[in-house]
């Protein structure tokens, strides 16, 4: 079982930059791809972004390439997202999740555990 703490959302305006960090503990964190996903009001949990175990391969929802990065520290048992020109659309709560193998998923039904999640809102 893996334990999932989200941290580092806020208000910020159109344009602006916030880092993610989600604190993982339990199963051997170095093990198995994580990902972040969000959801806004009234609408469906959707996929942000995916992270391989190692680090060295990620996936990026096409409304967030360019713009927002994964990334781990498996040293420190934490995963990352840095998300830079951020929009109004971007505005959701923010969850990370950690799947039960060591490859990039992509779908919400391949991650077996999650966070309580982190409020983003993004001000025009």
Do not use: H
Not at 96 to 115: F, I, L, P
């Amino acid at each position: 079982q893996v334990q999932l703490v989200e941290s580092g959302g806020g208000l910020v305006q159109a344009g602006g930059s916030l880092r993610l960090s989600c604190a993982a503990s339990g199963r051997t964190f170095s093990t198995y791809a994580m990902g972040w996903f969000r959801q806004a009001p009234g609408k469906e949990r959707e996929f942000v972004a995916a992270i391989s175990w190692a680090g060295r391969s990620t996936y990026y929802a096409d409304s967030v390439k360019g713009r927002f990065t994964i990334s781990r520290d498996n040293a420190k048992n934490t995963m990352y997202l840095q998300m830079n020109s951020l929009k109004p659309e971007d505005t959701a709560v923010y969850y990370c999740a950690a799947t039960r193998t060591a490859w990039v998923q992509t779908r919400k039904s391949d991650y077996g555990n999650w966070g309580q999640g982190t409020q983003v809102t993004v001000s025009s």
